[in-house]
């Protein structure tokens, strides 16, 4: 059969053993009290993906771990919780592989588990962006710290750009920040491409959750002409972890692709609702459109709901009902 995964590599018989046993980390759980998130990501040429895909996955059930880890071709991109024991094992046993020893990640702590089970996945991105030729290992923005971040966008000759989607900046975004106002990272190049110009805007900073969206953005950006391109240091989730409530820039809250849905600038939850039938966050506008249903529907997604979703959400709504009934979590 013809392979159109240019990262794909056959699967031997241990291998799929390995992963009909990471089947069953579902299961496993941490103690609330000692739950840490740990985000990491490196861009660095790997080889045999599939084959480390198994070799982390048994690793990480091994140590009771929850999450999503991406690999391609390109690099590892990741958000995994556990223990600190277990997470800290778990970077002490990446550094047997020269391309991922000593990799810097973002440790917080979280009072529940974000993940429900864990994910090791091989994709063609690490970070989906549709742009080829880029290699941010060779060329990218320049990094720009947590305490430099202010003074530098504040500068009357700087155009600010949130990269994330725009559900994520409604949320939350650093003061006088332009929101491009896209739906996936894809259309970022669009709203370039159309809203600036490499001969007039000679300073262009710009930030992401945890820097990992910026490294595509930036490369990209470079390679289209732009002459200075700034980013942010491990993006607001290290702002925030850095910078004290009362110097910061950032207002609102910063989403996150897990079951916390959004911290404070404290790195807490801040108890966001998400529509259960979506799981994109909620404004007080969006519960009170009409469009809004609990368990059923939200603005986001009122114009995909078929008659046979509308079904199957109503009877997963009198699911919730008889568990709460029934004192089930």
């Known amino acids: 059969m013809r392979q159109t995964n240019p990262y794909y590599y056959p699967i031997d018989r241990a291998v799929k053993q390995v992963l009909m046993l990471s089947k069953e980390s579902s299961n496993l759980n941490v103690q609330n009290d000692q739950v840490y998130v740990a985000t990491f990501y490196r861009f660095v040429a790997l080889e045999q993906v599939a084959e480390l895909r198994a070799r982390i996955q048994h690793e990480c059930v091994r140590l009771q771990l929850m999450g999503t880890i991406l690999l391609a071709g390109e ?6 919780c556990g223990s600190h024991a277990s997470l800290q094992k778990l970077f002490t046993w990446l550094n047997q592989f020269p391309q991922l020893a000593n990799i810097e990640y973002r440790l917080t702590k979280a009072d529940m588990t974000p993940f429900k089970r864990l994910k090791v996945r091989v994709r063609a991105e690490i970070v989906s962006f549709g742009q080829d030729g880029l290699n941010p290992v060779e060329q990218t923005g320049q990094h720009i710290s947590p305490r430099q971040w202010d003074a530098l966008v504040q500068r009357q ?32 190049t669009d709203y370039v491409q159309q809203q600036l110009d490499p001969a007039s805007d000679q ?7 945890g820097g990992i969206r910026c490294e595509k953005a930036s490369a990209w950006m470079l390679k289209q002409g732009f002459k200075n391109v700034y980013q942010l240091d491990g993006g607001i989730l290290n702002y925030l972890e850095k910078m004290p409530e009362n ?14 849905v959004t911290l404070d600038h404290h790195l807490q939850p801040t108890q966001r609702p998400v529509c259960t039938a979506c799981r994109m966050p909620l404004t007080a506008g969006d519960m009170a459109s009409a469009d809004y249903e609990k368990h059923i529907s939200c603005p986001h997604c009122i114009q995909r709901l078929t008659p046979q979703r509308e079904q199957r959400f109503r009877e997963r709504a009198l699911q919730y009902k008889l568990r709460a009934e029934r004192g089930i979590d």
């Open 247 to 260: 110097e910061s820039s950032w207002e609102g809250e910063c989403f996150v692709f897990d079951d916390r």
């Open 75 to 80: 690099g590892i991109n990741s958000t995994v």
């Open 157 to 188: 000759d700087v155009r600010l750009l949130d990269t994330r989607n725009h559900y994520e900046v409604d949320l939350g975004r650093f003061q006088g920040a332009e929101n491009p106002d896209t739906g996936h990272f894809r259309a970022f």
């Open 203 to 209: 300073h262009v900073a710009m930030y992401c959750t």
